[in-house]
């Protein structure tokens, strides 16, 4: 850590714009190491914009914009850091597994690190079933590592796409609705597994599964029109919400 | 902002209505046993008792029914865990009620003055009535009014006791039957300071750490 902080992330003013249209105004929060922070509120609210801006791929379409300060540990992420160091230590888990169809089950968890030239093929091996076992896949994989990474199930190819983005050892980990195309079962594993995550990372998981929200994280923070109307412990969010929007849209009155 | 109130939570309430029913129909039973001294009440206290117990058994399988169907939150949730509490306040209430007509049933109560019981639990079944309004018209005040009416009930089961104490020609069976119902009463009137401050956590999502 370069500050003396106790915050992995202190967002301050974030401000996020597509072309003329705003997405985020003025978001400010501080999320702790090591914990996990559920991002819930209504389609539109800003949920997805907000985690994009974290490790700076709003940034990738031409026109969109953002403005505020992000301090990862400290530092700037848009003004002290390279937005390639920034999705290295913040990596992201998409709605849809996504893994790459052309590699296999194993060259899919080691890709990013291939893209590096990080390692050799023995310590390729050994990251590739170390994260495999990380996210309760190996058993399931072990004797078809040679297999198309697309020939797994819905949730094993999942918990793959997480194999991948831990591979790089990443300092937050970014999920955007995880769970939303995966059956009970699955997204039984991927809750134990984002619970065991924190132990080395910090989460931050989008979902519009409020039940989901409440279950895994320790912190919630509710979304509505691209402002944070509530941020704090999830039980309380849970319990005994402050702002009445957050009380109207937990309790399904809307959104 | 208490936002339309879900059909379930409507379910739960209108079981609890019920037993509010049940308990101020034996209210005036014991009541009016108390003050004429009348024996010959507890069959029917007892079956009361029952029938309540078996409600609260109902208002329990709705609420645990309710939580696993719906999932609630926030006011929706506090509802439930708060409907638990109330429906368990009323069973209890039932019960002191019941254990009224046994004291009754057990002493010999000629020539016994029983005027401060008497109003005792005058006062403490209007508390218990008044708790249920708060509850139902989720009423922060009221509940608060509730809560500070205990301090005279625990003041005058004091007096009751200490006049009893004191009391040169009272009987020993009398003695027993004004000490028993009321620290029975007083109990029962400390549920409906329980059912206070459940409501007042009801409508604030904060304890106010009465019980």
Same mark, same amino acid.
């Given at each position: 850590m370069s500050n003396c902080t106790h915050e992995k992330l202190d967002i301050s003013g974030l401000d996020a714009w597509f072309g003329d249209k705003q997405a985020l105004k003025g978001v400010s929060l501080k999320i702790k190491p090591k914990t996990v922070t559920a991002i819930i509120g209504? $389609? #539109?609210? !800003?949920k997805s914009t907000f985690i994009r801006c974290i490790n700076r791929m709003?940034?990738?379409? %031409? #026109?969109n914009r953002v403005s505020g300060v992000l301090l990862l540990d400290g530092v700037d992420i848009y003004k002290g850091m390279d937005s390639m160091d920034v999705r290295r230590k913040v990596g992201m888990v998409f709605q849809k597994p996504n893994p790459f169809p052309n590699m296999s089950v194993m060259d899919n968890v080691v890709a990013g690190l291939k893209l590096i030239g990080a390692a050799g093929k023995k310590e390729l091996e050994a990251v590739a079933e170390a994260n495999l076992k990380a996210v309760g896949l190996w058993k399931e994989v072990e004797g078809d590592l *040679? *297999?198309? !990474? /697309? $020939?797994?199930?819905g949730g094993q190819q999942q918990r793959l796409c997480i194999a991948r983005a831990l591979a790089m050892r990443p300092e937050i980990m970014l999920m955007d609705e %995880?769970? $939303? /195309?995966?059956?009970p079962a699955s997204t039984a594993k991927i809750e134990d597994l984002v619970k065991t995550l924190k132990a080395e990372t910090t989460v931050i998981i989008i979902t519009h599964n409020v039940q989901q929200a409440a279950r895994i994280s320790d912190m919630t923070a509710f979304f509505y029109l691209g402002e944070l109307i509530e941020y704090g412990e999830t039980r309380t969010i849970f319990e005994? %919400?402050? $702002?009445p929007l957050t009380e109207r849209y937990i309790t399904g009155r809307f959104g | 902002m208490m936002a339309n109130e879900p059909e379930y939570i409507g379910k739960i309430n209108s079981e609890i209505r019920a037993m509010l029913k049940i308990v101020e129909g034996l209210g005036v039973v014991v009541q009016d046993a108390l003050e004429r001294k009348r024996k010959g009440t507890k069959g029917a206290a007892y079956a009361a008792s029952v029938n309540i117990q078996h409600m609260e058994e109902e208002v329990t399988a709705l609420c645990v029914g309710s939580l696993i169907r719906y999932q609630p939150f926030a006011s929706d949730l506090r509802a439930i865990t708060v409907a638990l509490k109330v429906s368990y306040d009323m069973s209890r209430i039932c019960r002191y009620l019941y254990n009224i007509t046994e004291v009754l049933e057990e002493f010999d109560l000629d020539g016994c003055n029983v005027a401060g019981a008497s109003e005792l639990l005058k006062d403490a079944l209007s508390m218990v009535s008044t708790s249920l309004t708060a509850y139902f018209d989720k009423n922060r005040s009221l509940a608060s009014e509730i809560i500070e009416r205990d301090h005279s009930i625990d003041e005058r089961y004091r007096m009751i006791l200490s006049a009893q104490r004191r009391s040169q020609s009272t009987s020993g069976d009398c003695i027993l039957l004004n000490g028993l119902t009321a620290r029975i009463i007083e109990r029962l009137a400390d549920h409906a300071c329980y059912i206070s401050s459940e409501t007042t956590y009801l409508v604030t999502g904060r304890r106010v750490g009465y019980r």
């Open positions: 209504p $389609s #539109g609210c !800003g709003h940034e990738l379409t %031409p #026109g *040679k *297999k198309s !990474g /697309a $020939s797994l199930s %995880p769970t $939303s /195309a995966l059956d005994s %919400p402050k $702002s | -």
